[in-house]
Every structure is written in C-alpha cells, then in structure tokens.
C-alpha cells in the first residue's frame, strides 16, 4: 500500500493557462475524491467518483474545472483559462466500502499546490 | 451558518496536558464524523473517525460524539511538541466530507 499519490506537487501558471493534475488512488479504493484548499479553510469538496462514474459535482465546480477518471483507475483534474483565484492547494482522497471499517474512511494524498500568477 | 463550525484557536496546551477540541455541525442526516491533522503544508493525516453517540478512545486520542446536541469532540492526552498542528474535523453524509476550518494546536515544551 503506497497511500494517494498526487502529481505534480507543485504548479506555477500564468492566468488564462490550462492545468492539469493527477491522482492515483490507493489500488484497491474504488472512490475517488477531489478537495480544494485554501489558507486557513477547511477542504472544499469538488467532485466525487465510484470506480469510472462521476457521481457529484460541486456548485464549486465551474465550467472551467473537468475532472475524469477513465477506467476506473486514476484521476485527473483539468482548469482551463485559470484565474487568480484558482490559487489553492488541490487535495485527492480515496476510499473503499471494502476495507472491513465500519465507515467509509478517506485518505488524502500530498495535494498539488496551485498558484495563478 | 457554516455546516461545520470549530474554534480556530491558537489553542496553546503545555507539554504532557490535555488539549480538548470542539466541532459543531448544522446537518442532522450527518452519518459518519472524523477527526484529521495537518501539519503546515501538507495534507490532511487522518485521526479517527466515530460514527455512534458516546466515546472512541485510540491511544492518547478520544474522541466523543453527541448527536441530539450535534457536537463532536477530540481529546489529546499527555500532548506532546509533535502534536503541534491543525486538527480537523469533517462530517459525513452520502461520502461527501464537509470540514470546519480546524484548530490550530500548540503545544509547548
């Protein structure tokens, strides 16, 4: 079990670019979450996939954010024309109603920090 | 009204104390509820979770849950310098995690 992986970790971007990130779920984690953070808030839910399905999406999730998940397997998060106040860490989560815990319990990955110049 | 409400602290506890963090929630169709750390620029690490009224004791950690009340609780024992960081707490409903804006924690040596 090597836990969430997020890449890249890091992104500088000017404004009116596209960016896009990846996760890789821990491998037997048939959800998949996407959170977004900002200094001094809590995670800010996104969008929500079981296996390939996306299932919810956030009144947060403009037009601009699309979010896929082919196969079932790892995810990726796409911002067209990003904006300044795109500028947030992007945090991955993952989980399985499979595990034996009694709740279905979700484990970040590093995140990708974003910054819109 | 925030659907996940916490004090934003600076709590500070000195080394060996107990360190007590309080979360209310607005949503009574809450199922599950977690506490998570995060230490200055990294992710969210997860606690423990609860999901039935009364108390979860894991190590120098218990957390406590009343659901007439919607009021969730987290307990550090014996709090150490490493303790050091924002706490977390989400609530559950329909997988989708709904989080307070954390405790930032101190603890001094």
């Known amino acids: 079990d090597t836990g969430v992986s997020q890449n890249p970790r890091h992104k500088i971007t000017k404004r009116g670019q596209n960016v896009t990130f990846r996760c890789d779920p821990i491998?037997?984690?048939?959800?998949l979450y996407w959170y977004r953070q900002t200094l001094g808030q809590g995670p800010e839910f996104l969008t929500y996939?079981?296996?390939?399905?996306?299932?919810?999406k956030s009144r947060l999730l403009s037009d601009r954010f699309s979010a896929e998940r082919p196969k079932g397997s790892f995810s990726t998060l796409e911002i067209q024309r990003t904006e300044q106040g795109d500028s947030a860490m992007y945090l991955c989560?993952?989980?399985?109603?499979?595990?034996?815990?009694?709740?279905?319990?979700?484990?970040f990955g590093p995140g990708t920090r974003l910054t819109v110049l | 009204q925030k659907e996940v409400e916490q004090n934003s602290g600076p709590l500070s506890v000195p080394e060996g104390a107990i360190a007590s963090l309080n979360c209310t929630y607005s949503?009574?169709?809450?199922?599950?509820f977690f506490w998570y750390r995060q230490y200055s620029g990294k992710s969210p690490e997860l606690i423990m979770f609860i999901y039935s009224n009364g108390d979860k004791e894991d190590g120098r950690f218990t957390a406590q849950l009343n659901k007439a009340s919607q009021y969730v609780s987290l307990l550090i024992r014996d709090s150490q310098p490493s303790d050091s960081a924002t706490y977390l707490c989400a609530v559950s409903r329909d997988y989708k995690l709904s989080f307070g804006a954390g405790t930032t924690v101190t603890v001094r040596a």
């Open positions: 989560a993952s989980s399985s109603p499979r595990t034996g815990l009694e709740v279905d319990t979700q484990y």
């Open positions: 949503d009574r169709g809450s199922q599950s």
């Open positions: 491998s037997e984690h048939n959800r």
């Open positions: 996939f079981q296996n390939e399905a996306q299932l919810e």
